[in-house]
């Protein structure tokens, strides 16, 4: 079992940036699929970004592409979501999440096994 803590979230302009972490503890990270995923109020939990074990795959949402980076260091058992030129409707909680197994579709919140308890973002105008 692996334990899950995102920070790097709070209150950024739009146009701004902020980078997320989520560290791992329990087990080493490089056993996981990982994805960032966020739900905004009254919405459903949407996938942002993921990132295969090795972190030579990295997949996106349409909305984020161009603009949010994964990665991952293995070695310090950390995942990192970048987000440049955010915008108003970036506002959301943040989620990390890992699957152990290969998730299909990538996006598909029912692919990962472990979650974070999730870190709040919030763009103003």
């Known amino acids: 079992q692996v334990q899950l803590v995102e920070s790097g979230g709070g209150l950024v302009q739009a146009g701004g940036s902020l980078r997320l972490s989520c560290a791992a503890s329990g087990r080493t990270l490089r056993s996981y699929v990982m994805g960032w995923f966020r739900q905004a109020p009254g919405k459903e939990r949407e996938f942002v970004a993921a990132i295969s074990r090795g972190g030579t795959s990295v997949y996106y949402a349409d909305s984020v592409k161009g603009r949010f980076t994964i990665s991952r260091d293995n070695a310090k058992n950390t995942v990192y979501l970048q987000m440049n030129s955010q915008k108003l409707e970036d506002t959301a909680v943040y989620y990390c999440?890992?699957?152990?197994?290969?998730?299909?579709?990538?996006?598909?919140?029912?692919?990962?096994?472990?979650w974070g308890q999730g870190t709040q973002v919030t763009v103003s105008s």
């Open positions: 999440a890992a699957a152990l197994g290969y998730p299909d579709p990538v996006g598909g919140t029912t692919q990962y096994d472990y």
